[in-house]
């Protein structure tokens, strides 16, 4: 059991003065946003809402942060089986009978795969890369299938736009998580991954998922898809969810594996959050990223690593041009995040191997990302056991990229 919200240690740990040392990215992430909101807004009023949310964290998910409640015990002075849902790659025939049986599903395939499928409870996107068991796959006709599991109270789909995107948080179940998935380079994404940490229930209504795209070669010429089963509906500007609710004996717990470490070069920060930047400040003096990564060759392909308390989340470069000094990236930067250009990572398949931690069972639902699968070489060759989609962003709470994202269903205490 945690400590009461009245007790003192929870103002020091929202205000910083007591740092907590975590491995859990949920937990980095609240920290983060703690940090960044209270350097914002160090009034008694918003200092309460931080403690509240902290606490409630904690209270709602103490069995899996159990060596950090034993920590926060000390500073308070109180010291003294899971089911799987499972995922595979499957045909089209498969799919479409798991459907018309009654299975609720997340999906990921080919516009012209998902769209041969019929009216049902699902939801999905579209995308044509894949981590299989026998290594990285490009496929047009076969599904991505994880399976809501039998033990779920409800699955429920819906629909957003970027004009009631925090709706998704005040339908999510108050025990369980939200499948999402939204398509590349539109609003909605825009919105989720700069306006998210602000959303009422963000960390605590677990949201996981990806975002669409199409075959790499047809980017620009495709647009990337969503689908809602239950309507029948296709998107190529809103996002689709699936909000699965969870008896009280089981808890999701979402975590990441990145491959990527900071470089230990120059420290970057910037003074505006956004998909496009231009000025910085670099080791403390202003400058232009553009031309910082043209004159001292910064490559790419490896991305920038934001430091949430210990945990690296990163940004990837979609494009850098000089000439109109314009950096365009996959995912936001934010200010109060310092970030540092990642160390480069010769040989994906066995940094992944070597970064994944064993568990007793696979993940219920993972997916990695489609630049991991391209700069990695990753066609034919394997992530571990890990098997799941390759997308074009990955959701673990908030936009992620080049990042392995996983979904457990924990038994609760």
């Known amino acids: 059991m945690v400590p009461d919200v009245n007790d003192p240690v929870w103002t020091q740990i929202v205000t910083g003065k007591k740092r907590i040392r975590s491995t859990k990215a949920t937990l980095n992430l609240l920290i983060q946003s703690n940090n960044m909101s209270y350097e914002k807004d160090p009034s008694p009023l918003n200092v309460a809402e931080l403690i509240d949310r902290t606490h409630g964290l904690f209270a709602r998910y103490g069995s899996i942060f159990g060596a950090e409640v034993a920590e926060i015990l000390k500073w308070s002075g109180r010291e003294g089986g899971s089911a799987t849902i499972g995922g595979s790659l499957r045909s089209i025939p498969e799919v479409q009978a798991e459907i018309a049986a009654g299975a609720s599903l997340f999906l990921a395939g080919s516009e012209m795969a998902l769209s041969q499928l019929p009216r049902g409870n699902w939801v999905g996107g579209t995308i044509s890369y894949f981590m299989t ?57 825009k919105t989720f991954a700069e306006q998210a940490p602000t959303f009422e229930g963000f960390l605590m209504r677990p949201v996981v998922g990806w975002v669409s795209g ?103 470069f979609q494009s850098s041009d000089t000439a109109t000094g314009v950096t365009s990236l996959f995912a936001p930067v934010f200010p109060g995040v310092d970030y540092r250009f990642a160390k480069p990572v010769a040989e994906y398949s066995a940094a992944f191997e070597n970064a994944i931690v064993v568990e007793a069972h696979e993940p219920d639902f993972a997916c990695n990302c489609v630049l991991n699968y391209v700069h990695g070489k990753l066609e034919g060759r394997k992530t571990g056991q890990i098997t799941g989609p390759m997308t074009f962003g990955e959701i673990a709470h908030q936009l992620l990229n080049q990042t392995m994202v996983r979904l457990y269903l924990r038994d609760a205490e």
């Open 133 to 189: 068991e026998a290594g990285g796959l490009l496929s047009e006709d076969r599904i991505f299938v994880t399976r809501v599991p039998s033990f779920s109270l409800g699955a429920t789909a819906a629909d957003y736009g970027p004009e009631n995107l925090a709706q998704l948080y005040r339908d999510a179940p108050a025990n369980g998580f939200t499948f999402v998935v939204m398509p590349v380079s539109t609003e909605v994404l």
């Open 214 to 316: 199409v075959r790499l070669d047809r980017r620009g010429k495709d647009p990337a898809a969503v689908f809602n089963g239950k309507t029948g509906a296709v998107y190529t500007d809103r996002c689709v969810a699936l909000h699965v609710a969870l008896p009280a004996n089981k808890v999701a717990d979402l975590d990441i594996v990145n491959i990527f470490e900071s470089g230990g070069g120059a420290q970057v920060r910037f003074e505006e959050a956004g998909f496009s930047v231009t000025g910085c400040v670099i080791d403390g003096k202003p400058d232009n990223l553009a031309d910082y990564i043209h004159r001292t060759g910064i490559r790419t392909e490896f991305p920038l690593v934001g430091d949430y308390n210990g945990t690296s989340i990163n940004v990837s």
